[in-house]
């Protein structure tokens, strides 16, 4: 089964803290993963992808394929990181149709 | 970067009416459209995926005959939501992509609420 896991339904820091998303997968063979943030009042946006292997806005993302997980993080958390963020996969067949978790907020506290 | 609109962003209709969603793509030709469902604090459900110019492939559990996909142009796919029910109602958000390992563009969702 493909599936997306997100065990957080909310995570609050205080700035400055050290943030970590967690995200855990289940697929057979080689997954694509991304995760995707949605600001208040805001469109679902892309953050980052794994094959990118890039920071964005300070946040990265490492694939551990022997835990099958796909963290998002971030040393030091910032006000306007508050938002809802989605870990998503690429799911199988085709068409780039992606399987998302259930979204963790996020709450920075200044 | 490309632009994904959904109309209307909010529609309240009365129960056993239909309903339409509209997704454009703005400024980029999207090969496939996605639809999905969300419902209040939970993620994103994928219903459909719709090609330009072919049937809309759909997931499983999810009734083709109610939920009608459109996707007659490149630029343009639309959900029809048929004899809505009030268990319909719920946040609908379309996807778009100009084609396979391209960046997927989100609209920014409808709400429905059938009454």
């Known amino acids: 089964a493909q599936r997306v896991t997100q065990p957080e339904k909310l995570l609050s820091v205080f700035k400055g803290a050290p943030v970590e998303l967690k995200c855990n997968y289940s697929y057979s063979g080689s997954p694509e993963l991304f995760w995707y943030v949605q600001y208040s009042r805001q469109r679902l946006q892309l953050l980052l992808r794994h094959i990118s292997r890039e920071s964005i806005k300070g946040f990265t993302a490492d694939l551990n394929k022997g835990e099958t997980s796909f963290h998002l993080k971030k040393p030091f958390a910032q006000e306007e990181d508050s938002a809802m963020y989605y870990c998503?996969?690429?799911?199988?067949?085709?068409?780039?149709?992606?399987?998302f978790g259930a979204g963790t907020r996020l709450a920075v506290h200044p | 970067g490309a632009v994904v609109s959904q109309h209307p962003s909010r529609v309240i209709c009365k129960s056993g009416t239909s309903v339409k969603i509209e997704c454009r793509s703005l400024?980029?030709?999207?090969?496939?459209m996605f639809w999905y469902r969300q419902f209040p604090k939970q993620s994103l459900m994928l219903m459909a995926t719709s090609n330009e110019g072919s049937k809309a492939t759909y997931e499983q559990g999810v009734e083709k005959d109610k939920f009608l996909i459109n996707h007659a142009s490149l630029t343009l796919s639309t959900l029809t939501v048929t004899s809505a029910h009030p268990e319909d109602s719920s946040f609908y958000i379309c996807?778009?992509?100009?084609?396979?390992?391209?960046?997927?563009?989100f609209g920014e969702g409808s709400w429905l609420t059938v009454v």
């Open positions: 996807s778009a992509t100009r084609g396979y390992g391209n960046t997927i563009y």
């Open positions: 998503a996969l690429k799911g199988s067949g085709g068409y780039n149709k992606l399987i």
């Open positions: 400024d980029f030709q999207a090969t496939t």
